[in-house]
Structure formats: structure tokens, C-alpha cells
């Protein structure tokens, strides 16, 4: 079944870029049914959508950081990426990676191509600091 | 933006007991809300996707309605794995996706 795994660094010092990379297994990210996003959770708070990618490249950001942060994908290596530049404090958290299931038409606002996260990864915690 | 409000924000029960959590939206999201289970240290579980539809692998006991502004989750008979954190998160405005607050289901 499908698979997905985040991976990058745990410590990521103030000021500079935090990179992720989440690896697809188990099927193709290269599916034109699905598109595939990021996802973030400060210790004992809540979930922040960061952003999302369809395998063509396309990309949706939070306009709360779409100025610091950059989604792409490797469709050779089945792994779609996150960059967040500028980093502080309050980016530490756990940063997962999902899959968003198809939105049937008559679900949401015309035009939505996505619906809800189906599978996720198991996360990754990604301190700020010096 | 859309802004999701769950309540309560948290929530003591017994097992056994039939539990709801409410989510409502600033503004009409047709049906684009699913709601997630979270446990301590665990990625969050999809329950409920398109307000109602209950994702494969989910218990029945666990069903979703609503739909416009005014959204619940309800727990028909509450067991002791379900005392967990749940989100609702909507997907109406794309390109944008916010998530509710959370409400911690305790054990009473």
C-alpha cells in the first residue's frame, strides 16, 4: 500500500533554510488523481496547512509563508520537496507530508481539485535553533 | 480566510457514551470539511471525508454531518481507543486549507 516517509534534518539553525523531502513508495506520484502536501504542527499545538504540489509542478501556498517557502517535486525519484526559508523559533515543529484524496464535483467551490489528506507520513521534528 | 472553530475544545467522557463536536466555518463551505483522529506522538487519521463519508477502515461509530457553515462529528458509543485530539479541516477555499483548533476527548 502506499508509503510515505519525510526526511531531512532535525536541528536547523535560526536564519537559515529548512529542507524536507518526502519519498512516495508504493505508488506513483505521478498519479493524475492526487495531489500531495505538507503539513505542520508546533509541540502541543495544532495543524498549519503549509503548502501543496501536483506532480506537474503546480504549486499552493499558505499566504501566511508563501514568501519563505518553496514546494517541488522529482517525479524520477517519486519525492516531492519543502524549503522554508528565513527560519525562527516558531518554526519548530513536526512537518508531515500527505496525500490529498480527489474532491468529487458538487463537494466544494468549483474548480477545487482536492479534498481531504488520506494518508500521511509519520512526521518529522524539525528544531530551530542555534 | 476561512476561520474553523471546534467546540468544545476539550471534552471529558465516559466509554460508552454517545459524544458530538461541532465545527463551524466564517463562511459556507458546501460539503469540503473531513475530520481527523490524532493520538500523542502519531500522525493525524482521516475519519470523515465530504462532511459525511466515512473513510474506509473507519469503526460506523464514528459518522459526520453538515454541511454549509455547521458541521459535527459524532461518536455513537465511545470505546477507550477513541479518547484522542480531532480536527476539522476544510478545503472549500482553494487554493487555501485551514484546520480547526482541536478538541481533546478525555477520559471522564
Known amino acids: 500500500q502506499l508509503q510515505l516517509q519525510e526526511s531531512g534534518p532535525g536541528l536547523v539553525k535560526p536564519s537559515e533554510t529548512l529542507s524536507l523531502t518526502c519519498t512516495v513508495s508504493g505508488g506513483s506520484i505521478s498519479s493524475s488523481s492526487y495531489y500531495w502536501g505538507w503539513i505542520r504542527q508546533p509541540p502541543g499545538k495544532g495543524l498549519e496547512w503549509i503548502g501543496s504540489i501536483y506532480y506537474s509542478g503546480s504549486t499552493y501556498y499558505n499566504p501566511s509563508l508563501k514568501s519563505r517557502v518553496t514546494i517541488s517535486v522529482d517525479t524520477s525519484k517519486n519525492q516531492f520537496s519543502l524549503k522554508l526559508s528565513s527560519v525562527t523559533a516558531a518554526d519548530t515543529a513536526v512537518y508531515y507530508c500527505a496525500r490529498h484524496i480527489p474532491s468529487p464535483p458538487g463537494i466544494a467551490a468549483a474548480g477545487t481539485p482536492w479534498g481531504a489528506f488520506d494518508i500521511w507520513g509519520q512526521g518529522t521534528m524539525v528544531t530551530v535553533s542555534s | 480566510a476561512i476561520q474553523l472553530t471546534q467546540s468544545p475544545s476539550s471534552l471529558s467522557a465516559s466509554v460508552g457514551d454517545r459524544v458530538t463536536i461541532t465545527c463551524r466555518a466564517s463562511?459556507?463551505?458546501?460539503?469540503?470539511l473531513a475530520w481527523y483522529q490524532q493520538k500523542p506522538g502519531k500522525a493525524p487519521k482521516l475519519l470523515i471525508y465530504d462532511a459525511s463519508s466515512l473513510e474506509s477502515g473507519v469503526p460506523s461509530r464514528f459518522s459526520g454531518s453538515g454541511s454549509g457553515t455547521d458541521f459535527t462529528l459524532t461518536i455513537s458509543s465511545l470505546q477507550p481507543e477513541d479518547f484522542a485530539t480531532y480536527y476539522c479541516q476544510q478545503f472549500n477555499s482553494y487554493p487555501t486549507i485551514t484546520f480547526g483548533q482541536g478538541t481533546r476527548l478525555e477520559i471522564k
Open positions: 463562511q459556507g463551505i458546501s460539503s469540503a
